[in-house]
């Protein structure tokens, strides 16, 4: 059974370019949660989908970020007009959505903005 | 003040030593705990769960105190493969299920 599964791994823009970040769950699983680390701190949460549906987005910033998790296909984590500051190892995990919510996570994209 | 507070650390111990970590939540309403590790660049891994009745698995034991609002992960018998970050994390639940992580004790297990 395959983990969940992320890419690109590394991602390089230029401020102002689009970041796109995919995650596909692992199989079964049909909760989607996107985390953002940034150098030297704790991951902190952005976003929770189910298909079709954003459930929770209140760690999400207010500009630039979206998320979707569409019927087919992956989740994509979308980062419009990218700034320095949005350097980052972004984690996708996953989960089946049990009473104990035990999440797992992708490998994870580190985004670097030049 | 912070919703997951770990000892900052680091922890530096020799091997087959007995390590103990502690954290704490803000939140009274929290359900769900676990331990997670992270190793350097990597993404976090689930260790293991934290229920009230307190759990063990192998050299890891982990409690839970609801009315402190405290938890802990003992690792006995540290072997050099466990030198990590230890990660603190509580989920509120009730409709969403996001994790707040603390931001975790590195631990260094030296030969």
């Known amino acids: 059974n395959a983990g969940v599964m992320q890419n690109p791994r590394h991602l390089v823009r230029r401020r102002g370019q689009e970041a796109r970040l995919r995650c596909s769950p692992m199989k079964g699983h049909s909760h989607v949660y996107w985390y953002r680390q940034l150098p030297e701190e704790g991951l902190k949460f952005m976003v929770y989908?189910?298909?079709?549906?954003?459930?929770?987005e209140s760690g999400m910033p207010k500009e630039r970020f979206s998320a979707e998790f569409p019927k087919e296909g992956p989740s994509i984590l979308r980062i419009q007009q990218v700034v320095r500051g949005d350097s980052a190892a972004y984690f996708c995990?996953?989960?089946?959505?049990?009473?104990?919510?035990?999440?797992?996570f992708g490998p994870g994209t580190r985004l670097t903005v030049l | 003040r912070k919703e997951v507070e770990q000892d900052p650390g680091p922890f530096n111990v020799p091997e087959g030593a007995t390590v103990a970590f502690n954290c704490t939540y803000s939140n009274s309403a929290s359900q769900s705990f676990f331990w997670y590790r992270q190793d350097c660049r990597k993404e976090p891994k689930l260790l293991m769960s934290v229920y009230s009745s307190g759990n063990e698995d192998g050299r890891f034991t982990a409690q839970l105190n609801r009315a402190s609002q405290y938890i802990s992960l003992l690792i006995r018998d540290s072997k050099l493969s466990d030198s990590a970050t230890y990660l603190c994390v509580v989920s509120v639940g009730g409709g969403s299920e996001k994790l707040v992580f603390g931001k975790g004790t590195k631990l260094t297990v030296n030969p």
């Open positions: 995990a996953s989960s089946p959505g049990s009473y104990y919510n035990e999440q797992f």
């Open positions: 989908l189910q298909k079709e549906n954003i459930i929770d």
